[in-house]
């Protein structure tokens, strides 16, 4: 079993920015993670995965450039760094993690087997 601790979300000005940060626990090795969000009335969408490396990265389209996932291995801790927020990107964040292959990254929810409690984060314009 993998425990998922989110924190850092919060309420931010448009073009402004925002860490989230996800602490697993338990079993811990071999994690791929990403980051999720659902803003209401919408699907949840990708935002960003990370091997366990963290060599390899996977964003989408609509973050690519303004958000930076990172993670500490030592720590067992994943990042999410949001910068030039729009409003557009009000949701809720999840982290998920999921027992893969070192090299393993993925974009779909069904591919994570954890997930987070997840933070909300708001932009204002």
């Known amino acids: 079993q993998v425990q998922l601790v989110e924190s850092g979300g919060g309420l931010v000005q448009a073009g402004g920015s925002l860490r989230l940060s996800c602490a697993a626990s338990g079993r811990t090795f071999v994690l791929v993670m990403g980051w999720f969000r659902q803003a209401p009335g919408k699907e949840r969408e990708f935002v960003a995965a990370?091997?366990?490396?963290?060599?390899?990265?996977l964003y989408a389209d609509s973050v690519k450039g303004r958000f930076t996932i990172s993670r500490d291995n030592a720590k067992n801790t994943a990042y999410l760094h949001m910068n030039s927020l729009k409003p557009e990107d009000t949701a809720v964040y999840s982290c998920a993690a999921g027992v893969r292959p070192t090299d393993y990254i993925g974009s779909q929810g069904r591919e994570y087997d954890y997930w987070g409690q997840g933070s909300q984060v708001t932009v204002s314009s």
């Open positions: 990370a091997t366990w490396g963290g060599r390899n990265t």
